[in-house]
């Protein structure tokens, strides 16, 4: 019965799956980008403080790039809150198998162990 639950259950696994891996690959692009805005963010107060740019350039480069890394904070707090609830509604899913699996466990149809109970 196990074998065809789970080949019942393999397409939305496999897209489960799938789903999940393009999740990695976001948040490692994700990071990746925070990353290179962070190391610019260095450059620039390097750059200022040897003259190469004025107050005014670094301040106009400064607000671009803290508005990027706002940006990305954003996305990834929301994919965090997606994901916590996908998670939430995963776990009740599971709980409410787990249940169904526990019953079948306790009582298989035809070998109850209630004498009045017995066909």
Same mark, same amino acid.
């Given at each position: 019965?196990?074998?065809?639950?789970?080949?019942?259950?393999?397409?939305?696994?496999?897209?489960?799956?799938?789903?999940?891996?393009?999740?990695?690959?976001?948040?490692?692009?994700?990071?990746?980008?925070?990353?290179?805005?962070?190391?610019?963010?260095?450059?620039?107060?390097?750059?200022?403080?040897?003259?190469?740019?004025?107050?005014?350039?670094?301040?106009?480069?400064?607000?671009?790039?803290?508005?990027?890394?706002?940006?990305?904070?954003?996305?990834?707090?929301?994919?965090?809150?997606?994901?916590?609830?996908?998670?939430?509604? +995963? =776990? @009740? &899913? %599971? #709980? /409410? *198998? !787990? +249940? =169904? @699996? &526990? %019953? #079948? /466990? *306790? !009582?298989?149809?035809?070998?109850?162990?209630?004498?009045?109970?017995?066909?």
């Amino acid at each position: 019965m196990f074998l065809v639950d789970d080949l019942l259950k393999a397409p939305f696994t496999a897209l489960l799956w799938v789903f999940k891996e393009i999740h990695k690959s976001v948040q490692q692009e994700t990071t990746g980008e925070h990353e290179a805005i962070t190391r610019a963010l260095s450059e620039l107060y390097m750059k200022l403080e040897t003259g190469l740019i004025t107050e005014e350039q670094f301040e106009a480069q400064e607000s671009q790039l803290l508005d990027r890394l706002d940006e990305i904070e954003l996305r990834n707090e929301e994919l965090a809150q997606a994901a916590a609830e996908q998670g939430d509604e +995963e =776990e @009740d &899913e %599971e #709980d /409410e *198998e !787990d +249940e =169904e @699996d &526990e %019953e #079948d /466990e *306790e !009582d298989p149809p035809g070998k109850s162990l209630d004498p009045k109970r017995t066909q």
